[in-house]
């Protein structure tokens, strides 16, 4: 494991990379568009965090570099940001459950989510 710093800077966010292995990339997004709700103006804030990698495979006899990508898309107002947030811990804290049951293979989760009311 090594610390990644700033590898570039733009007018929606950033790109954190390790310069040991520069394939690593987490990509910081935020844009904003404005929305309304019942005749109420508001600002909707979409955050976006990207992780690329690579990794090295082999398949029977035949090597090959991988490319990854684990993305999170959060959308909402400031007004709702502590609902917002309260969604994206408890998802965190399920998601190796779910790993673990293959859901990213397909396969139904057997850990039911849970509503962080």
């Known amino acids: 494991m090594s ?3 700033i590898q570039t ?4 966010g950033c ?26 103006s508001l600002q909707n804030n979409v ?8 990794n090295e495979i082999t398949v029977g006899s035949v090597s090959a570099v991988e490319a990854l990508s684990c993305r ?6 400031i007004e709702s940001k502590a609902r917002t947030r309260a969604i ?11 790993l673990t049951e293959n859901t990213d293979l397909g396969f139904e ?5 849970i509503n962080p009311a």
């Open 3 to 5: 610390t990644t710093q």
């Open 47 to 54: 955050h976006e965090i990207i992780v690329n990698d690579s």
């Open 15 to 40: 790109t954190f990379a390790d310069p040991s292995a520069p394939d690593f990339t987490v990509r910081f997004k935020t844009t904003h568009t404005k929305k309304s709700l019942n005749g109420i």
């Open 109 to 113: 989760p057997v850990t039911a989510p």
């Open 88 to 98: 994206v811990t408890s998802v965190a804290a399920q998601l190796d459950a779910w």
């Open 9 to 12: 800077r733009d007018s929606l």
């Open 72 to 77: 999170v898309r959060i959308s909402g107002s």
